[in-house]
């Protein structure tokens, strides 16, 4: 007796665009992404913020003082963290570090919205910024935490760490004229990498909002702080108990 082969479902064409759409999307947010990463360093983004809110979120005292007093500390202290930190923000932030489903979400609900149309560069930056911001609040968690992997990889504090080991003249060791450089710890500048993505999060997500609008943008996105504060102190409630 023979069987006949089951009909195979058809694969319809809105499910392929779809899947498309959604690979120059992630195209499109990684290249942005890479960009960013490799000028968080060098630009000084407009409207340096005072975010001692965010760092007040997360039990520091210490107000960031953005890029240029960033750049005052380690210039004085070793100017070589400078120049590592952009590469190994990049390399967190690259295809392996997340699904990109926050950014990717934004800019779909955007054409839903607005009839198809297709995201303009204002929009695009908004959903890397919600990006940053979401790696802002892992970059952080893990330094809370002590957590020494993110996605199967080592975390970016520790990664800094790693770094440590390998190089032994940022562990101290006397370097020509510079004297004795002194350790800065893999935690510190993971936290102070977690303040720059934040500034380029709110800068992409509010200060690029055109006046009209930019206001309520701000209070959506302050909100959207709060909210990450609340979750970070249930968790270190959770843990305690």
């Known amino acids: 007796?023979?069987?006949k082969k089951p009909p195979q479902p058809k694969i319809k064409k809105d499910a392929l665009n779809?899947?498309?759409?959604?690979?120059?999307?992630?195209?499109?947010?990684?290249?942005?992404?890479?960009?960013?990463?490799?000028?968080?360093t060098y630009e000084q983004i407009p409207g340096e913020p005072n975010i001692g809110k965010v760092e007040g979120l997360y039990g520091s005292e210490n107000i960031f003082s953005g890029l240029s007093g960033l750049k005052k500390i380690y210039m004085d202290k070793c100017w070589t963290i400078l120049y590592i930190m952009p590469k190994l923000f990049g390399r967190y932030l690259g295809p392996k570090g997340g699904k990109?489903?926050?950014?990717?979400?934004?800019?779909?609900?955007?054409?839903?919205?607005?009839?198809?149309?297709?995201?303009?560069?204002k929009v695009i930056d908004a959903a890397v910024g919600l990006e940053l911001l979401h790696e802002t609040a892992l970059i952080l968690d893990d330094v809370i935490d002590n957590s020494k992997e993110r996605r199967g990889?080592?975390?970016?504090?520790?990664?800094?760490?790693?770094?440590?080991?390998?190089?032994?003249?940022?562990?101290?060791?006397?370097?020509?004229?510079?004297?004795?450089?002194?350790l800065i710890e893999g935690k510190k500048v993971a936290s102070d990498i977690g303040s720059l993505s934040f500034s380029w999060?709110?800068?992409?997500?509010?200060?690029?909002?055109?006046?009209?609008?930019?206001?309520?943008?701000?209070k959506v996105f302050w909100q959207a702080v709060a909210d990450m504060k609340r979750g970070e102190e249930d968790d270190s409630r959770s843990a305690l108990t």
Not at 165 to 173: A, H, M, V
Not at 205 to 215: A, R
């Open 100 to 121: 990109r489903f926050r950014p990717l979400l934004l800019l779909n609900g955007y054409r839903t919205f607005s009839h198809r149309i297709e995201p303009s560069q």
């Open 18 to 40: 779809c899947e498309a759409l959604i690979a120059k999307d992630r195209a499109v947010i990684e290249a942005r992404l890479r960009q960013i990463s490799g000028r968080i």
């Open 201 to 218: 999060a709110r800068h992409l997500m509010v200060d690029v909002v055109d006046k009209k609008n930019k206001s309520k943008v701000g």
């Open 1 to 3: 007796m023979e069987f």
């Open 153 to 182: 990889v080592s975390s970016l504090w520790f990664q800094f760490e790693e770094i440590y080991r390998l190089i032994p003249l940022l562990k101290g060791k006397e370097f020509g004229d510079a004297g004795f450089l002194p």
